[in-house]
């Protein structure tokens, strides 16, 4: 066989176990953001949900009674015809006449939808739940009838409400406890405007409670529902996104809320997309096969080096350059093999600081993790560390003294980071430290030695010295096996260092 036949077959060998790098990390990458996808469904819909369910809260806790001077609360009067007299006397005909009008008034502007007034014995008055069975009031009250003002969830009669309660005093003394009630069917139809999702409410036996479309009875769909964890299912050859509102219900009865999107279109897409990448991957290898056979006939040396340079990029090594000097095509080839490798090294690599990118070092986290998982011996930490008081750098230099400030730190962590450990930027004035090996003990170490080289770092600005400072927050691979919230956790540990008075590592 001739040199160039097997430097072309070892050529084409490599550019495929690249195409096939290329293919798994997409599907990779692809789970990856499906998961991100997943979590930033939830969060929204969460957000969504707790503004709406605040919102409620705020409506109906206006005309509560409590201690503020000035609440317009008829439960501040006083006197002979008052609503207090009237929950004194137990009067059905008092109460409806004192109380009655209020109600009306609340239920026509939206407000609420029930009212309850009860003592620890018995339930006094009622308006708005006809028919229903409201005997775990007195439960509740048992348990809460001396609190102040609060919120909870309480399954009425296979309906499940959202209420406001709060105590009523005559001369310090309780005399009953006020429950104002808003069916959750109507806030969660605003989930559904809000978000673009279905909802669905199911008891602990699958049973649908309510659901703002008849036409999500699957089973797969309520599995996933009550399961409390997010996930993509395909029913009837359409695929629906399931997520979840976590709700307590007071008296600990198992209440599941699913959020259900279509995502049939959307998902059409991804594989359409999926397709043609994979399309254009082929295509260029067999074209780049096609111009290897052309061009593979002098000038070796170079051409050995590019395959080099490729099988290390199969493998993730980036520093290996293509070595050589060579004309006509070959040159060529070795000059494009040369540029695909700069591009990954840039795809890769932050412009500003060189450092890597937040790309490249959640990579490399993932892929830590993935070996914890089968390894628990192969522990690793992240620290999460902010630049203090960049915004004044900005403002009172300009940007670029912001820029040498990202650079001057960059290079004075690289002189004191061990080469297993990586140091990333992570977007803005963040930085992102991977600990290979390392318990949390030792990752503030790391953090410490971080935050004393830069602390020493001074920066001439207008003709002043100016010192960089940094926080730091540490979290540990032990503490949560997700990487989002290992950097949730981070995250929060350094604004907890900002809060105490930053230039401080926290690990705790």
């Known amino acids: ?18 195409g096939s790098s290329l293919f798994i990390t997409s599907f990779i990458i692809s ?65 409806n006449r004192t109380i009655g009008p209020m109600f009306k008034s609340l239920n026509e502007s939206g407000i609420l939808d029930f009212l309850i007034i009860s003592n620890t014995d018995e339930i006094i008055f009622t308006k708005g739940t006809k028919e229903k069975k409201i005997n775990k009031i007195l439960d509740v009250s048992e348990i809460i009838y001396k609190e102040k003002i609060n919120s909870l969830f309480l399954k ?25 009630g808003k069916w959750i069917d109507s806030l969660l139809e605003e989930v559904k405007e809000s978000s673009k999702n279905e909802v669905i409410i199911l008891d602990k036996n699958k049973e649908i409670l309510f659901t703002t479309n008849s036409n999500l009875n699957f089973p797969k769909i309520k599995e996933i529902a009550v399961a409390g964890s997010p996930d993509i299912t395909k029913v009837n050859n359409s695929y629906f996104l399931i997520s979840q509102i976590q709700v307590k219900e007071y008296l600990n009865n198992p209440i599941f809320i699913g959020l259900i999107k279509d995502i049939s279109k959307i998902r059409k897409k991804e594989l359409l997309y999926s397709f043609s990448i994979i399309s254009a991957i082929i295509l260029l290898l067999l074209a780049t096969a096609g111009v290897i056979n ?27 350059k293509v070595i050589g000097n060579a004309s006509g095509e070959v040159g060529q080839i070795a000059k494009a093999v040369e540029a695909f490798r700069k591009s990954i090294v840039s795809a890769n690599t932050d412009a500003l600081t060189n450092l890597p990118n937040r790309r490249n070092i959640l990579s490399k986290i993932e892929i830590a993790l993935e070996e914890y998982k089968l390894n628990k011996s192969n522990i690793f930490s992240i620290i999460i560390s902010d630049i203090d008081n960049f915004k004044s750098f900005n403002d009172t230099y300009g940007h670029n003294a912001g820029d040498d ?4 730190v960059a290079s004075s962590v690289k002189k004191v980071i061990r080469e297993k450990d990586i140091f990333a ?33 001074k920066i001439n600005l207008n003709g002043e010295d100016k010192q960089i400072t940094v926080t730091l927050g540490i979290a540990n691979i032990t503490e949560s096996e997700h990487i989002s919230s290992l950097l949730e956790l981070a995250d929060k540990r350094l604004y907890d260092g900002k809060k105490r008075g930053k230039n401080i590592s ?3």
């Not at 009067?77 to 005909?93: F, N, T, Y």
């Not at 052309?294 to 290996?320: C, E, Q």
Request: glycine share 4%; net charge positive; proline share 3%.
């Open 425 to 457: 930027r992570y977007g803005g004035e963040e930085f992102l430290t991977f600990v290979n090996n390392s318990d949390k003990e030792a990752a503030y170490l790391v953090s410490e030695r971080i935050r004393k080289a830069i602390s020493e770092t």
């Open 31 to 95: 789970n990856y953001f499906n998961n991100r996808v997943l979590i930033s469904e939830v969060n929204g819909s969460q957000a969504i949900w707790n503004k709406i369910q605040l919102n409620s809260f705020e409506k109906m806790a206006f005309y509560a009674y409590d201690d503020i001077p000035g609440k317009p609360s008829i439960w501040r009067l006083r006197g002979k015809r008052s609503p207090i007299e009237a929950v004194r006397s137990k009067d059905k005909r008092t109460l």
């Open 156 to 180: 009425i009669d296979n309906k499940l409400a959202f209420i406001v309660n709060f105590p009523i005093y005559v001369n310090a003394r309780i005399v009953g406890r006020v429950y104002y």
């Open 405 to 408: 400030v990202l650079k001057r």
């Open 294 to 320: 052309l061009l593979l006939y002098r000038n070796f040396k170079p051409l050995y080096s590019a395959m080099d340079v490729l099988n290390g990029l199969s493998k993730g090594i980036t520093d290996k």
């Open 1 to 18: 066989m001739l040199l160039r036949t097997r430097l072309n077959l070892i050529f084409l060998f490599v550019l495929a176990l690249i």
């Open 506 to 508: 926290v690990k705790e």
